[in-house]
């Protein structure tokens, strides 16, 4: 039985990591016009996490930031795009699950002039990271924490800013807005670029990978991944995203999305669907085997019926991995809500 996650601090990927189905590799970058690209962060498999790169009169941010391993690929497209690691002024992480924010410290010693904003239940351990360190070793053993995550470097804390719900940034003329979104994390926000008219939305809105794309309509799906799953919390925080109207959101997993109203009835829909599933399951003799085959046929029935073409096989690779995440936050919810 895979590992459950019991502390709120433990990254993303909570289980041996599922390479999915082949695929040829895609472009390293992305872009997407108004300043913004997706840089492919090198996690796992191509095109599984992205790394925004918001670039604004010569000056550049980044949104979340993979592991040290995507340090490399990103300093590539700095440089492609002639912008050089002094230009970097902030680097932004959305929460701090290690897919997310575990190259944040690498990141930092590398741009000398950046300041890393984080939420602020997040703060304490962008600057000590031990406790993330530890915690995500006990799952992996040291040798795969260091093939998955490298090395995790603490930030200095005299470069940390904690972005609080509300939070206004003037990021070298570009207004941005910080609002708090748990549901899949207490320690995560979303960024709402004015300029844009569109979110950063770490995981708040979801995953959607390019190859369940169908006629440029996007397939997108929650993550109710360990340990801070709220249901209640997930749908306000979608509802709040959708109150400003936005055209777009740009995905940590992955990249940009349009069709929000659609994706967001979906969401809430899918949302509703994992907890009825989980529900149903509560006192299952087997309940992480059960909930991982429910989940699994659940989705798979959904990329279907979104008209994906790609053989089963590959489909149910290609969600394997977020489908015993999402069963094992599932999990943990269940064990920590009353059965009424």
């Known amino acids: 039985m895979p590992h459950r996650l019991m502390d709120n601090?433990?990254?993303?990927?909570?289980e041996a990591p599922?390479?999915?189905?082949?695929?040829?590799?895609?472009?390293?970058?992305?872009?997407?016009?108004n300043g913004v690209s997706a840089i492919d962060a090198d996690y796992l498999r191509p095109g599984l996490a992205a790394i925004h790169l918001i670039v604004q009169a010569g000056k550049a941010a980044l949104v979340d930031t993979g592991t040290s391993s995507s340090v490399a690929g990103?300093?590539?497209?700095?440089?492609?795009?002639?912008?050089?690691?002094?230009?970097?002024?902030?680097?932004?992480?959305?929460?701090?699950?290690?897919?997310?924010?575990?190259?944040?410290?690498?990141?930092?010693?590398?741009?000398?002039?950046?300041k890393l904003v984080v939420h602020p239940r997040g703060a304490r351990h962008m600057a000590d990271p031990a406790r993330l360190v530890a915690s995500a070793t006990t799952v992996y053993g040291e040798a795969e924490f260091k093939r998955m995550y490298g090395i995790i470097r603490p930030v200095d804390v005299k470069r940390i800013v904690e972005a609080p719900d509300g939070f206004r940034l003037d990021f070298n003329g570009r207004p941005l807005l910080f609002l708090d979104t748990p549901g899949h994390a207490r320690h995560h926000y979303c960024i709402f670029d004015e300029q844009n008219g569109s979110f950063f939305t770490g995981d708040t809105f979801g995953i959607s990978y390019r190859e369940f794309d169908v006629d440029g309509m996007e397939f997108v799906f929650p993550t109710t991944t360990p340990v801070?799953?709220?249901?209640?919390?997930?749908?306000?925080?979608?509802?709040r995203l959708m109150s400003y109207n936005p055209s777009y959101a740009f995905l940590t997993h992955y990249g940009r999305i349009g069709n929000l109203p659609r994706h967001a009835a979906e969401m809430h829909d899918l949302v509703d669907a994992h907890v009825a599933i989980a529900g149903k399951l509560r006192n299952v003799p087997e309940r992480h085997t059960a909930l991982v085959e429910e989940l699994g046929e659940l989705l798979l029935r959904r990329v279907i019926a979104h008209g994906c073409k790609l053989p089963e096989e590959e489909i149910r690779s290609l969600l394997s991995l977020d489908v015993g995440l999402n069963a094992q936050g599932l999990e943990n919810w269940l064990d920590h809500t009353s059965a009424g």
Do not use: C, W
């Not at 601090?9 to 909570?14: E, K, Q, T």
């Not at 801070?228 to 509802?239: K, M």
């Open 9 to 14: 601090n433990l990254p993303h990927s909570a």
């Open 18 to 33: 599922v390479i999915p189905f082949a695929r040829p590799a895609r472009r390293r970058v992305t872009d997407y016009g």
């Open 74 to 114: 990103v300093m590539e497209v700095l440089r492609e795009k002639n912008l050089a690691p002094e230009d970097v002024a902030y680097v932004f992480v959305t929460h701090i699950h290690l897919d997310h924010a575990g190259g944040a410290g690498e990141f930092m010693h590398h741009f000398p002039h950046a």
């Open 228 to 239: 801070q799953f709220d249901p209640v919390a997930a749908h306000a925080s979608l509802d």
